[in-house]
């Protein structure tokens, strides 16, 4: 594990050298059209580009010295830049004036993978000023949920290093033309990787954040809202005028069950999320209850760490075997769960079984819930501002909007209903059973100019759970917004926007309609 964490920390020369050699061929290959910056630059007959056809290659660069700052080509190839850009007639690009009276233009609360990137395609796509964009986190630094995972959970979703092949995502990444596998050199990244490849999105596109920031409160009022805040360690409470809301709070610091019991004795069981290291973690013989990601992660880390555990759960998920990558456990778990059956100390996998209760005799074999988050939505002070679906009748308790990575996947029951574009109530069973209701912008149908970007979006039967999913909806959030700002969403938005519509149509062929 000490091998493995420090790892996490470093970055070999090789990777890095690997970053600044893309990000050289992206200097010099075509830019977002059919201009080619540095080839254009050499021909007389064509007039000079403007500093943001190189924006791409800067970017690259600024996270190839971030985690090796003693790389010389990564030096000497921003030092080209730097030199060729001051030569460059500067871009007359001046931010239009704003169209309401707000200090700011969108406030973004949570700046974890789906408030980082929501505000890169606020601010990178569709030109908002990064300065009227706020992301407000309640943690100490950007990620900090991801920061809290166990050592040993990994993302389930792999990362695939596709820089220089395609122009298609790593399933991970938050932002065209970044890569987790590419930064972090990971397949399945740790939490605290993971954190460290957002931060650095943040920081090197000069985000505008502020941590350690609670939100107590989102009030809408005749066009605008007041978001008020209090510094998370104690201080002077103020409040935020903006036009705009982005919802992005996150799942993984909002367990089930930290609300009220799932049954009783619930609250005698430890909740998977406050685990810290599964190898670290006293006891040598635990009760999993919930066998989906979260309770198959457990099993497995517990396993494979020389513990004894038994898994309680009401479906036999791991015989589990579906079209749909979110109604089944992921291959990655799989493969983890057989390797873990095959262990000196294999899980005992027990379904079908349901938990009624937890008394103190049973609470001394140190029962572990794994029932995955309610969510940042139904438990955030924003609940009162969205409407509501039905909730589910018949779900499993234990098993219910599990996720391991975090990423708060409702993947529970079918769905015979529809949600119309006004987001009326669907009617019969499933996924937007108990779901926030939006229109087809990710909007509040109760209140508009909030908007909920993340895995607890939800049309119909489409669950955008993972972030291959839901980062499929930024542009249609910030889209949204921009028009509302009164901006132009065409021209190179647009053409920008067609590298996300591609990802987008992949999911189509995979999930069904588009929403």
């Not at 970007?453 to 039967?461: K, L, M, Q």
């Amino acid at each position: 594990m000490a091998a493995e964490e420090e790892f996490a920390i470093e970055i070999p020369d090789a990777e890095a050298d690997k970053i600044t050699r893309a990000a050289r061929a992206r200097a010099g290959a075509p830019a977002w059209g059919d201009a080619e910056p540095r080839p254009q630059l050499e021909d007389e007959s064509k007039p000079d580009p403007g500093e943001g056809a190189f924006r791409e290659a800067w970017v690259m660069f600024q996270l190839a010295l971030r985690f090796v700052p003693e790389n010389e080509d990564a030096q000497e190839e921003v030092a080209r830049l730097q030199g060729v850009v001051s030569e460059l007639p500067e871009e007359d690009a001046p931010q239009p004036p704003a169209n309401h009276p707000e200090p700011y233009d969108v406030v973004v609360v949570g700046a974890g993978a789906a408030g980082v990137g929501v505000a890169l395609m606020l601010t990178g796509v569709f030109g908002l000023d990064a300065g009227r964009v706020l992301l407000v986190e309640r943690g100490g630094a950007v990620g900090e949920t991801f920061r809290r995972w166990p050592k040993e959970m990994r993302f389930i979703s792999p990362s695939f290093n596709s820089q220089g092949w395609t122009q298609s995502f790593d399933l991970n990444s938050v932002a065209y033309g970044t890569s987790p596998a590419f930064t972090l050199h990971a397949e399945h990244p740790t939490g605290a990787q993971y954190a460290r490849y957002l931060e650095a999105l943040a920081e090197t596109n000069e985000l505008n954040v502020r941590a350690g920031t609670e939100v107590t409160a989102v009030t809408p009022r005749d066009g605008g809202f007041d978001v008020a805040v209090v510094p998370a360690a104690g201080g002077v409470p103020a409040v935020i005028k903006t036009r705009y809301v982005v919802w992005a709070a996150g799942e993984f610091q909002y367990p089930r069950a930290s609300a009220e019991p799932l049954f009783p004795g619930s609250e005698l069981c430890r909740h998977n999320s406050s685990v810290r290291s599964w190898k670290e973690l006293e006891g040598d013989d635990f009760v999993v209850v919930g066998g989906y990601e979260s309770g198959m992660d457990a099993a497995s880390n517990l396993s494979l760490c020389g513990k004894r555990c038994t898994v309680v759960s009401s479906t036999a998920y791991w015989d589990v075997s579906t079209e749909d990558p979110s109604s089944e456990l992921a291959p990655y778990t799989a493969q983890r769960v057989r390797a873990a059956c095959a262990s000196a100390t294999p899980p005992k996998l027990l379904a079908p079984l349901r938990v009624f209760a937890v008394d103190a005799a049973a609470a001394a074999a140190a029962p572990l819930l794994c029932a995955g988050f309610e969510g940042g939505v139904k438990l955030g002070v924003a609940k009162d501002l969205f409407a509501w679906g039905d909730p589910a009748v018949g779900d499993d308790d234990e098993e219910e909007d599990d996720d391991a990575e975090g990423e708060g996947d409702d993947r529970d029951g079918d769905d015979d209903g529809e949600m119309s574009d006004e987001g009326d109530e669907k009617k019969g069973g499933g996924c937007a059973d108990g779901a926030p209701l939006l229109n087809e912008y990710d909007e509040s149908t109760t209140t508009p100019g909030l908007f909920l970007v993340g895995p607890a979006v939800i049309h119909g039967d489409l669950s955008f759970c993972f972030v291959y999913k839901f980062r499929q909806r930024f542009g249609v959030v910030a889209d949204a917004i921009a028009r509302g700002l009164g901006r132009e969403t065409g021209g190179a938005a647009a053409r920008d926007m067609n590298m996300y519509m591609d990802d987008f149509e992949c999911c189509k062929a995979a999930c069904g309609e588009a929403c």
